[in-house]
């Protein structure tokens, strides 16, 4: 028997890394000296294959008992509330413990302990060397193996993400009487479209990421944005894809500046809405371009433009 203050050792840790380095061995090896029963409770997020969580439960488990076969691995699933969470991971200690046995739980450094809120006493194993799991998935990231199995967890990971949307922000620059259009033009295109790019998850709102936008692309400072709707766009790029483009659409007055294109934009270039024509635009756009003439309409009753024989 070995000598030990509690009958079981209890880790809790995430272990997100593709191997098991120094510090991970070091803590798992000495608690395992310590106690004859020891569990490990990987922590579980609930969103799939995202840079600070890249690998699910089971990898994990795989990982660990290939080098540490007699350890129970069990998981805990991550909750907003530390004490929701703590209480959750005491019962399911207290379900593997018997009438009488008693625990200790282990974490390594900047553990969950600071954040544990249970019944059960805590140590904290500080080991010899510091490995950063956060830099060990930076390194991994900028590594390409030339192997079946490298090749395989890459389809793996792709194949277990929810498909999400992948929000932009366009918006329609007018001058300040509403009778024209700015509209940009990329290299590889002869038809037009409106300025916007992909959201930037940096920036608090869309309308500042619409700002920006705005500027990249333009130079032009606009005023303030009437949100006119949302649409999927039909982008070439996505097509057949489970994720897919909604952009938020924008309306604004510019300003102040000299439109020049820029970014992206190969040619920027001001229309006359009573001459413009859906065919003037890019495809993807026509939902935008009908929208945004929709709304014109209504707020200049009064004025004909081409847009609304589309």
């Known amino acids: 028997m070995k000598t030990k203050d509690a009958d ?9 890394t593709h191997k098991l380095h120094e510090a991970h061995v070091d803590l798992i090896r000495t ?20 840079q600070n969580n890249p690998l699910d439960f089971e990898s994990r488990k795989q990982m660990i008992l290939e080098k540490f076969p007699k350890v129970n691995v069990l998981y805990i699933k991550d909750n907003p509330s530390d004490y929701i969470w703590s209480k959750k991971l005491d019962e399911s200690i207290k379900d593997l413990l018997g009438p009488t046995q008693t625990a200790t739980l282990y974490g390594g450094r900047d553990s969950f302990i ?6 059960f006493p805590t140590t904290e194993l500080i080991p010899e060397s510091y490995v950063s799991g956060t830099e060990m998935r930076k390194s991994i990231s900028r590594t390409v193996m030339n192997s079946e199995q490298f090749r395989a967890g890459i389809v793996f990971a792709t194949h277990n993400q929810y498909p999400v949307v992948i929000p932009t922000v366009d918006i329609a620059i007018l001058n300040e009487g509403l009778s024209r259009l700015l509209l940009g ?7 037009f479209r409106f300025i916007g790019g992909f959201s930037e998850p940096k920036y608090d709102s869309y309308e500042q990421n ?17 949100y006119l709707g949302s649409t999927k766009i039909d982008d070439w790029r996505y097509r057949g894809e489970n ?6 659409f924008y309306m604004a007055v510019s300003l102040f500046g ?13 229309f006359e809405l009573k001459d413009l024509k859906p065919e003037q635009i890019v495809e993807c756009h026509l939902p935008l371009f009908n929208m945004l003439m929709k709304h014109l309409k209504e707020i200049l009753p009064f004025t004909s433009f081409q847009g609304e024989k589309s």
């Not at 994720?243 to 938020?248: A, R």
């Open 243 to 248: 994720n897919q483009i909604v952009t938020l």
């Open 258 to 270: 000299a439109a020049k294109a820029s970014d992206d934009i190969c040619e920027v270039k001001w």
């Open 185 to 191: 033009r990329k290299d590889d295109e002869k038809q």
């Open 8 to 16: 079981t050792g209890v880790i809790v840790a995430r272990f997100q």
């Open 31 to 50: 608690v395992c000296e310590k106690h004859d029963k020891v569990i490990i409770f990987l922590g579980l997020s609930p969103l799939k294959t995202t």
């Open 210 to 226: 619409a700002r920006r936008e705005a500027m990249e692309e333009t130079g032009i400072e606009i005023g303030e944005l009437k």
């Open 114 to 119: 600071t954040h544990y809120h249970g019944n």
